[in-house]
Protein backbone atom coordinates (compact mmCIF):
# COMPACT_ATOMS: atom_id res chain seq x y z
CA UNK A 1 0.00 0.00 0.00
CA UNK A 2 3.02 2.41 0.82
CA UNK A 3 4.54 1.79 -2.48
CA UNK A 4 1.49 2.39 -4.48
CA UNK A 5 0.58 5.77 -2.58
CA UNK A 6 4.93 6.31 -3.13
CA UNK A 7 4.00 5.74 -7.08
CA UNK A 8 0.97 8.55 -6.97
CA UNK A 9 -1.68 5.59 -6.78
CA UNK A 10 -3.90 6.91 -3.76
CA UNK A 11 -7.17 5.16 -4.79
CA UNK A 12 -7.57 1.50 -5.26
CA UNK A 13 -10.24 -0.74 -5.78
CA UNK A 14 -10.03 -4.22 -4.64
CA UNK A 15 -12.81 -6.69 -6.17
CA UNK A 16 -13.84 -10.17 -5.32
CA UNK A 17 -15.05 -13.33 -7.04
CA UNK A 18 -16.76 -14.94 -5.04
CA UNK A 19 -18.48 -14.38 -1.49
CA UNK A 20 -15.28 -15.07 0.81
CA UNK A 21 -13.24 -12.99 -1.86
CA UNK A 22 -15.64 -10.51 -1.73
CA UNK A 23 -16.00 -10.31 1.91
CA UNK A 24 -12.03 -9.89 2.08
CA UNK A 25 -12.24 -7.22 -0.33
CA UNK A 26 -14.39 -5.45 2.26
CA UNK A 27 -12.66 -5.81 4.52
CA UNK A 28 -9.43 -4.75 3.02
CA UNK A 29 -10.75 -1.52 2.49
CA UNK A 30 -11.84 -1.04 5.62
CA UNK A 31 -8.21 -1.29 7.19
CA UNK A 32 -6.63 1.64 4.17
CA UNK A 33 -7.84 4.70 3.92
CA UNK A 34 -6.69 4.06 -0.32
CA UNK A 35 -8.83 0.90 -0.64
CA UNK A 36 -12.31 0.84 -1.77
CA UNK A 37 -13.96 -2.81 -2.69
CA UNK A 38 -16.15 -4.36 -5.29
CA UNK A 39 -18.16 -7.56 -4.83
CA UNK A 40 -18.95 -10.18 -7.33
CA UNK A 41 -19.05 -13.82 -8.82
CA UNK A 42 -16.05 -14.32 -11.39
CA UNK A 43 -17.67 -16.28 -14.65
CA UNK A 44 -15.73 -18.87 -14.19
CA UNK A 45 -16.39 -19.46 -10.20
CA UNK A 46 -17.62 -23.26 -9.49
CA UNK A 47 -19.45 -22.23 -6.54
CA UNK A 48 -22.98 -21.35 -6.98
CA UNK A 49 -23.80 -18.16 -7.00
CA UNK A 50 -25.12 -16.42 -3.29
CA UNK A 51 -26.87 -13.53 -4.47
CA UNK A 52 -28.30 -12.85 -1.35
CA UNK A 53 -24.91 -13.01 0.54
CA UNK A 54 -23.57 -10.96 -2.19
CA UNK A 55 -26.49 -8.24 -1.64
CA UNK A 56 -25.75 -8.40 2.33
CA UNK A 57 -22.18 -7.35 1.27
CA UNK A 58 -22.52 -4.66 -1.30
CA UNK A 59 -24.51 -2.53 1.15
CA UNK A 60 -21.55 -2.04 3.01
CA UNK A 61 -19.90 1.15 3.60
CA UNK A 62 -16.60 1.44 0.78
CA UNK A 63 -18.38 -1.17 -1.50
CA UNK A 64 -18.33 0.96 -4.81
CA UNK A 65 -19.07 -1.83 -7.49
CA UNK A 66 -20.69 -4.92 -8.23
CA UNK A 67 -17.48 -6.62 -9.87
CA UNK A 68 -16.08 -8.88 -11.16
CA UNK A 69 -18.38 -10.20 -13.12
CA UNK A 70 -19.04 -11.29 -16.68
CA UNK A 71 -18.59 -13.93 -19.23
CA UNK A 72 -15.96 -15.82 -20.48
CA UNK A 73 -16.32 -18.37 -23.10
CA UNK A 74 -12.79 -18.95 -23.95
CA UNK A 75 -12.41 -20.97 -20.69
CA UNK A 76 -12.01 -24.71 -22.02
CA UNK A 77 -13.83 -27.05 -19.53
CA UNK A 78 -15.41 -23.98 -17.53
CA UNK A 79 -18.30 -22.95 -16.40
CA UNK A 80 -21.44 -23.78 -19.32
CA UNK A 81 -22.29 -20.74 -20.97
CA UNK A 82 -26.48 -20.79 -19.89
CA UNK A 83 -25.26 -20.67 -16.17
CA UNK A 84 -22.72 -18.05 -16.47
CA UNK A 85 -25.07 -15.82 -18.68
CA UNK A 86 -28.18 -16.84 -16.10
CA UNK A 87 -25.48 -15.74 -12.98
CA UNK A 88 -24.43 -12.41 -15.23
CA UNK A 89 -28.13 -11.35 -15.69
CA UNK A 90 -28.85 -11.79 -11.85
CA UNK A 91 -25.75 -9.57 -10.86
CA UNK A 92 -26.68 -7.33 -13.35
CA UNK A 93 -30.49 -6.94 -11.93
CA UNK A 94 -28.94 -6.11 -8.28
CA UNK A 95 -26.61 -3.96 -9.41
CA UNK A 96 -29.29 -1.84 -11.32
CA UNK A 97 -31.35 -1.95 -8.10
CA UNK A 98 -28.55 -1.45 -5.89
CA UNK A 99 -27.66 1.85 -8.49
CA UNK A 100 -23.80 0.67 -8.42
CA UNK A 101 -21.45 0.29 -11.15
CA UNK A 102 -20.29 -3.20 -12.82
CA UNK A 103 -16.75 -3.96 -13.48
CA UNK A 104 -17.48 -6.41 -16.68
CA UNK A 105 -14.87 -9.23 -17.45
CA UNK A 106 -15.56 -10.30 -21.15
CA UNK A 107 -13.51 -12.99 -22.99
CA UNK A 108 -15.08 -14.09 -26.47
CA UNK A 109 -18.64 -13.34 -25.40
CA UNK A 110 -18.66 -9.45 -26.97
CA UNK A 111 -22.16 -9.95 -28.51
CA UNK A 112 -23.41 -11.45 -25.22
CA UNK A 113 -22.14 -9.23 -22.57
CA UNK A 114 -23.46 -6.30 -24.44
CA UNK A 115 -27.04 -7.72 -25.35
CA UNK A 116 -27.16 -8.52 -21.37
CA UNK A 117 -25.65 -4.68 -20.11
CA UNK A 118 -28.37 -2.91 -22.99
CA UNK A 119 -31.17 -5.60 -21.23
CA UNK A 120 -30.72 -3.44 -17.83
CA UNK A 121 -31.12 0.54 -18.22
CA UNK A 122 -29.38 2.67 -16.35
CA UNK A 123 -26.64 0.47 -15.85
CA UNK A 124 -23.56 2.30 -16.01
CA UNK A 125 -19.55 0.49 -15.80
CA UNK A 126 -16.59 -0.29 -16.62
CA UNK A 127 -15.44 -2.90 -19.34
CA UNK A 128 -12.06 -4.58 -17.03
CA UNK A 129 -8.84 -5.25 -18.91
CA UNK A 130 -9.90 -4.02 -21.89
CA UNK A 131 -7.93 -6.32 -24.98
CA UNK A 132 -9.92 -5.81 -27.59
CA UNK A 133 -9.70 -3.57 -31.44
CA UNK A 134 -11.69 -0.54 -32.39
CA UNK A 135 -14.98 -2.58 -33.86
CA UNK A 136 -15.15 -4.01 -30.09
CA UNK A 137 -14.81 -0.94 -28.22
CA UNK A 138 -17.39 1.33 -29.95
CA UNK A 139 -20.33 -1.15 -28.70
CA UNK A 140 -19.80 -0.60 -25.59
CA UNK A 141 -18.49 3.18 -25.39
CA UNK A 142 -22.18 4.01 -27.22
CA UNK A 143 -23.86 1.63 -23.61
CA UNK A 144 -21.88 4.44 -22.01
CA UNK A 145 -19.67 2.01 -20.01
CA UNK A 146 -15.65 2.99 -19.60
CA UNK A 147 -12.79 1.22 -21.12
CA UNK A 148 -9.95 0.11 -18.38
CA UNK A 149 -6.68 -0.55 -19.64
CA UNK A 150 -4.22 -2.72 -17.52
CA UNK A 151 -0.33 -3.57 -18.97
CA UNK A 152 -1.80 -5.94 -21.65
CA UNK A 153 -1.00 -2.70 -23.85
CA UNK A 154 2.57 -2.49 -23.27
CA UNK A 155 3.14 -6.13 -25.32
CA UNK A 156 4.43 -5.56 -28.51
CA UNK A 157 1.69 -7.61 -30.43
CA UNK A 158 -0.87 -5.37 -29.14
CA UNK A 159 -1.49 -2.57 -32.15
CA UNK A 160 -5.09 -3.22 -32.50
CA UNK A 161 -5.43 -2.26 -28.77
CA UNK A 162 -3.19 0.72 -28.32
CA UNK A 163 -5.30 2.20 -31.59
CA UNK A 164 -8.06 1.66 -28.74
CA UNK A 165 -6.18 3.53 -26.21
CA UNK A 166 -5.46 6.29 -28.50
CA UNK A 167 -8.94 6.70 -29.77
CA UNK A 168 -10.83 6.01 -26.31
CA UNK A 169 -12.69 9.67 -25.45
CA UNK A 170 -11.44 11.58 -22.68
CA UNK A 171 -14.00 10.76 -20.18
CA UNK A 172 -14.08 7.00 -20.85
CA UNK A 173 -10.81 5.84 -19.64
CA UNK A 174 -9.64 4.28 -16.91
CA UNK A 175 -6.62 2.23 -15.80
CA UNK A 176 -5.98 -0.48 -13.75
CA UNK A 177 -3.03 -3.58 -12.87
CA UNK A 178 -5.40 -6.50 -12.38
CA UNK A 179 -2.89 -7.05 -9.99
CA UNK A 180 -1.42 -9.62 -9.08
CA UNK A 181 -1.82 -10.63 -12.70
CA UNK A 182 -1.31 -8.35 -16.00
CA UNK A 183 1.83 -7.15 -15.81
CA UNK A 184 3.40 -5.02 -18.39
CA UNK A 185 6.21 -6.16 -20.82
CA UNK A 186 9.28 -4.97 -19.16
CA UNK A 187 8.28 -7.20 -15.71
CA UNK A 188 7.16 -10.52 -17.05
CA UNK A 189 7.43 -13.33 -14.96
CA UNK A 190 7.17 -11.52 -11.85
CA UNK A 191 3.46 -10.68 -9.93
CA UNK A 192 1.87 -7.17 -10.64
CA UNK A 193 1.30 -5.16 -7.96
CA UNK A 194 -0.78 -1.28 -7.71
CA UNK A 195 2.42 0.58 -7.80
CA UNK A 196 2.88 -1.07 -11.68
CA UNK A 197 0.27 1.10 -12.73
CA UNK A 198 2.49 3.84 -13.48
CA UNK A 199 3.39 1.32 -16.61
CA UNK A 200 0.67 1.54 -17.96
CA UNK A 201 0.15 5.38 -17.41
CA UNK A 202 3.21 6.11 -18.62
CA UNK A 203 2.28 4.44 -22.25
CA UNK A 204 -1.32 5.73 -22.65
CA UNK A 205 0.19 8.92 -21.71
CA UNK A 206 3.08 8.75 -24.33
CA UNK A 207 -0.19 7.09 -26.68
CA UNK A 208 -2.20 10.11 -26.25
CA UNK A 209 0.37 12.89 -26.33
CA UNK A 210 -0.58 13.92 -22.65
CA UNK A 211 1.27 14.42 -20.21
CA UNK A 212 1.14 11.51 -17.02
CA UNK A 213 0.14 14.53 -14.62
CA UNK A 214 -2.48 15.33 -16.97
CA UNK A 215 -3.73 12.08 -17.73
CA UNK A 216 -3.62 11.36 -13.64
CA UNK A 217 -6.08 13.73 -13.09
CA UNK A 218 -8.41 12.94 -16.05
CA UNK A 219 -8.32 9.49 -15.12
CA UNK A 220 -9.16 10.46 -11.32
CA UNK A 221 -11.53 12.53 -12.12
CA UNK A 222 -13.16 9.54 -14.47
CA UNK A 223 -12.92 7.21 -11.38
CA UNK A 224 -14.54 9.38 -9.24
CA UNK A 225 -17.33 9.57 -11.43
CA UNK A 226 -17.62 5.81 -11.82
CA UNK A 227 -17.01 4.79 -8.37
CA UNK A 228 -19.55 7.43 -6.66
CA UNK A 229 -18.81 6.15 -3.69
CA UNK A 230 -14.70 6.47 -3.65
CA UNK A 231 -14.09 9.72 -2.02
ZN1 LIG B 1 -11.08 -10.33 -15.56
Known amino acids: ?21 SRRAVSLAHRHDQVWAGVGHYPLEPAALDLDALRELATEPRVVAIGEIGLDFEHVGGIAREVQIDRFEQLLTMATELDLPVSVHNRGADSEVESAIRRHRGLRGVMHYFALDWDHAQPFLDLGFYLSFAG ?8 ALRE ?3 RCPDD ?27 DTAE ?7 VTIERLAEQESANALALFRGMR
Open 152 to 159: LITRPSRT
Open 164 to 166: VVK
Open 203 to 209: LVAELRG
Open 1 to 21: MDEAVGAGVTRMVAVGVDVER
Open 172 to 198: RLLLETDSPYGNAQKRMGVPNRPAYLL
